[in-house]
């Protein structure tokens, strides 16, 4: 096998924990040398990355160092949260990891929330991959293409020697049927289908009736259909938003994007069991596109979709280790998502994004 991880944690954010993390993987892999190392540190590294960069070149042997930093990160066989953290997958044989250009695709994306330039974002490669993130929200971000720090806070990967499919899971429970926006002010929602916004959610929430008082609104979400509504919520074809605020007064429910008047609107809640299916499906619909067995797997889920949710153990990653048992997988829990959604590149929340690789 020419692809292998590993993940190495400690008390202290030290080289030495990146120098182990490649060695190891190396190891694993049969491997002298990299054609290139995908390389997540957790936070602790964000303040100044490049030595663990330099070692992490040194002992690959290669330039191509990729990656961010992030709160949390794993493997296929370990996982790391909230603690200096170290997570490497080494690349040999045919496998090549560089820059990408106009009109390759996909395109592996990372980004730092502040170098999240829409313009980047939209252009027409098809991308996949997340945000960097932190255990408090405030930084520094950190993202690194062949081995140095990007100063544009993102950066643009393509792999060649393999085929990459690429699956994205919103995990959360439709609650309404679709309805058209009726009023809307940029990111204030005032009106779905002629009734109050709000109201419209109460009414939604069957569980809850139409108490607005204590409402765990950090569970709901506003869904918004992209394409013909027909079959739109089987397809796939919607955005999920987070509610950052409803007001009891005047019915008003805002959501951080602009949405305009007669976008059509579903109400849904965060639910486990319903990520979890969602992810199943997901992981038959990949496998049945092809009897290859993947040779690795790239899994980027939100922050807000790790063990915590699952009620502490991680289900997805548990899943997807179910389901192929040994694949080399690396990832980390990002601050945004990042995926191909109706025919756009989309930042998404609470989502997960996987990819997997064939040789």
């Not at 190891?27 to 995908?38: E, F, K, P, Q, T």
């Not at 370990?78 to 009109?103: K, S």
């Not at 695709?105 to 027409?124: C, I, N, Q, T, Y």
């Amino acid at each position: 096998m020419s692809i292998a991880t590993a993940l190495v944690r400690s008390h202290l954010a030290r080289t030495e924990l990146v120098h182990e993390a490649v060695e190891s993987a190396l190891d694993r892999a049969g491997l002298h040398y990299a054609n290139a190392v995908l390389l997540f540190l957790s936070d602790h590294y964000a303040q100044e990355p490049n030595a663990a960069l330099h070692e992490a070149a040194r002992v690959a042997g290669c330039l191509q160092i990729d990656g961010c930093c992030a709160a949390g990160l794993f493997t296929e066989s370990d996982q790391a949260m909230g603690e200096p953290a170290a997570a490497a997958m080494v690349f040999g044989g045919d496998i090549q990891l560089r820059h990408a250009m106009p009109g390759d695709a996909p395109v592996l994306s990372f980004a730092a929330p502040g170098g999240l330039d829409l313009s980047w974002l939209e252009s027409g490669e098809a991308r996949f991959g997340a945000i960097a993130s932190d255990s408090d929200g405030q930084g520094p971000f950190r993202v690194w293409s062949s081995g140095r720090v990007q100063a544009s806070g993102h950066c643009s990967l393509t792999f060649t020697g393999t085929r990459l499919r690429i699956g994205l899971t919103q995990g959360a429970r439709p609650l309404s049927e679709p309805r058209p926006i009726t009023r809307v002010i940029g990111h204030d929602i005032m009106a779905v289908g002629g009734k109050l916004a709000l109201g419209s959610l109460a009414q939604a929430l069957p569980q809850l009736g139409r108490a607005i008082d204590g409402m765990p609104l950090h569970l709901f979400m506003a869904g918004i259909l992209h394409g013909a509504p027909e079959h739109a919520l089987a397809e796939g074809r919607y955005q999920l938003l987070p509610i950052l605020s409803a007001n009891p007064d005047n019915g008003v429910v805002t959501v951080p994007a602009q949405l305009a008047e007669g976008d059509q609107l579903f109400w849904a809640v965060r639910q486990a069991e319903a990520a979890e299916q969602e992810l199943r499906a997901l992981l038959d619909r990949l496998g049945s596109e092809t009897l290859e067995p993947p040779a690795f797997g790239l899994f980027f889920p939100c922050l807000g979709r790790g063990p915590g949710f699952y009620g502490g153990e991680d289900r997805d990653l548990a899943l997807i280790t179910e389901r192929y048992p040994g694949l080399p997988l690396i990832g980390f829990y990002g601050n945004g998502e990042i995926a191909r959604l109706n025919g756009m590149n989309r930042l998404l929340q609470y989502s997960a994004v996987l990819g997997l690789g064939y040789c």
